[in-house]
């Protein structure tokens, strides 16, 4: 087995001030690749959570994570829906409890969640040859503030292979981006539409 010397250590004190690298965030302009705001999922692992989690264990990894949806994981490992900040903390919760007879803390995630076959994607070929400003039009024209991106494999099976956040594509644009959320099931469109 090869050898390596230690690299020598000296005592930050004496030095003055210590200062911490920061990373210098690249701005994006509107005109920017897409890519350059993607979360590509090839670099950085998705943050999952399991069918059976209740929704306050959810939402309180997604706060230590410091983010805004989870995959929802299968026993098996394969993403069976999408659960977002807005889906455990709105009224969704409070609706599907009223139906059942129960409490809103015995519901879980998967009770809330979106099933995998009802969420959409843009394909990467497309994301691949496109500027931030096309993602954030379809992010207003959608009113959503995430968006996947996928790819087919061979075999016809769709691998995800990204997600766009309006969070993140706001900071590194540098300026805010606000995108109501429309409701995009029956139960959401009559809720909006009933008579306060």
Do not use: W
Request: hydrophobic fraction near 50%.
């Amino acid at each position: 087995m090869r050898q390596y010397t230690p690299l020598n250590s000296y005592a930050l004190a004496p030095h003055g001030a210590c200062a911490l690298a920061q990373p210098t965030p690249g701005r994006v302009t509107m005109d920017s690749p897409a890519l350059e705001v993607m979360t590509d999922l090839a670099q950085v692992p998705a943050v999952t959570t399991e069918s059976s989690a209740t929704l306050a264990s959810a939402n309180a990894y997604m706060m230590a994570r410091g983010v805004r949806s989870l995959f929802v994981l299968s026993p098996d490992g394969h993403a069976i829906g999408l659960v977002t900040a807005t889906d455990i903390l709105g009224e969704r919760p409070l609706r599907v409890a009223q139906a059942r007879g129960a409490t809103r803390s015995e519901l879980l995630v998967v009770d809330i969640m979106t099933p995998i076959d009802a969420v959409v994607a843009m394909r990467l070929a497309d994301v691949e040859a496109a500027k931030v400003g096309h993602i954030v039009a379809t992010l207003k024209q959608a009113g959503r503030h995430h968006a996947l991106v996928a790819e087919v494999l061979p075999g016809g099976v769709a691998k995800v292979r990204g997600i766009f956040s309006v969070t993140q594509i706001a900071r590194q644009l540098g300026m805010p981006l606000q995108i109501p959320e429309v409701a995009t099931t029956f139960a959401e469109v009559e809720q909006a539409l009933a008579p306060e």
